[in-house]
């Protein structure tokens, strides 16, 4: 069973308007059945993908390649503890907040 069957049915379910003696009949149920989908569905995910960046922005390195949230693209030239310079163009240099940071490319390490 997908997910729009599983909605559709529980939909049903909820618009008999009491009349189901069965477990899903109760509005209070299906109200916690739809929290539980939407953790799974909406919260958690951005709470991964938020680690994710976080891990990414701590191990932030000169050289690496970098856009931010406004659209520059740069290379890191200096990291501090809660800025960064980026390198924008030869002579060009923008300190941004590290949370400005969108993504990271890391630098190809020359063997």
Known sequence: MNLTEALT????????????TGLLGNPLIMMGIMIVMFYFLLIRPQQRQRKEQEARIAALQNGD?????????????????????????EGTMIEFDKPAVASVQKKESSN
């Open 65 to 89: 390649k970098v856009i931010t949230t406004a659209g520059i693209h740069g290379i890191v030239h200096n990291v501090k503890e809660k800025t960064v310079v980026i390198k924008v163009a």
């Open 9 to 20: 049915t529980f939909t049903l379910l909820a618009q008999t308007g009491g009349k189901s």
